[in-house]
Nanobody, 114 residues
Framework: QLVESGGGLVQAGGSLRLSCDASRRPSSTYAMGWFRQAPGKEREFVASISWRLGNTNYADSVKGRFTISRDNAKNTVDLQMDSLTPEDTAVYYC?????????WGQGTQVTVSS
């Protein structure tokens, strides 16, 4: 199970930085990802990063606003979220990418007010 932190309440246009403690990931992990689930919707992909090379990929809805990064030494994966909108309101999770059932954590709530 991975552990997410950094969520909160922010006004539209604001920023938040989420962090994921990835120390429990398998040593063979190729990539890590952030995912989110809004009320009444299915969980969706947000961003991913390859662990060794740092190659990134983003959902179209967050491209240009969110930045994923990783710190190999600290075993963390961060998600910098800028220009937030109410549509970004969701519980955010990190996981391997592609995701694996046994690694979902509790998530961290992000609420963006208009």
């Amino acid at each position: 199970q991975l552990v997410e932190s950094g969520g909160g309440l922010v006004q539209a246009g604001g920023s938040l930085r989420l962090s994921c403690d990835a120390s429990r990931r398998p040593s063979s992990t190729y990539a890590m990802g952030w995912f989110r689930q809004a009320p009444g919707k299915e969980r969706e992909f947000v961003a991913s990063i390859s662990w060794r090379l740092g190659n990134t990929n983003y959902a179209d809805s967050v491209k240009g606003r969110f930045t994923i990064s990783r710190d190999n030494a600290k075993n963390t994966v961060d998600l910098q979220m800028d220009s937030l909108t109410p549509e970004d309101t969701a519980v955010y999770y990190c996981n391997l990418h592609p995701s694996r059932a046994g690694y979902w954590g509790q998530g961290t709530q992000v609420t963006v007010s208009s």
